[in-house]
């Protein structure tokens, strides 16, 4: 029993953390534009590094968000079911791997979202400062090595064409 409350606790506690991560964003407006200056992302890349957690949330916008990321190593291979995901490198480099299927697939935190051990059979490649990488919907993708790499990483949600 003990050690049932002590998974749960640590569960709680890691999405808790996670959740504090993209919480707290000002929400976009609808009537104005909104500027993110290079020296605010700059300090929320170093914010990442200090704190050793990987994303921080810019903007919230329902249907989108803009996000700093903050990569050292691997990050799990992650499969959404309606966001696209564009990244803007900011610096550093690391390994993408894009495509293929997941490995030990697992239901993610919502409908149409997996995560997995790794990609099999995907397309690897050397992203670094200046390049902008697009991921759709359904395809799997994740950092599958990195020293340090930061980016910003803007989603969105997949709606009905017009």
Not at 105 to 130: C, N, V, W
């Amino acid at each position: 029993m003990k050690l049932i409350k002590c998974i749960l606790m640590t569960v709680a506690l890691l999405s808790t953390q996670a959740l504090a991560q993209t919480a707290g964003a000002p929400l976009a407006p609808k009537d104005s534009a909104v500027d993110m200056p290079l020296a605010e992302l700059a300090a929320a890349a170093q914010h990442l590094k200090d704190a050793g957690i990987s994303t921080k949330r810019m903007l919230e916008g329902s249907i989108f968000s803009v996000n700093v990321r903050h990569i050292q190593g691997a990050e799990t291979a992650l499969q959404h079911g309606l966001i696209s995901e564009v990244w803007v490198i900011q610096e550093g480099s690391g390994i993408v791997a894009t495509g293929g299927e997941l490995v030990d697939k697992e239901a993610g935190s919502s409908p149409g979202e997996f995560r997995g051990s790794a990609i099999r059979g995907g397309h690897e490649r050397l992203i670094q400062a200046g390049d902008v990488v697009f991921v759709p919907p359904g395809v799997p993708h994740g950092i599958k090595q990195t020293d340090s790499i930061v980016y910003l990483n803007i989603r969105f949600e997949l709606r009905d064409e017009d």
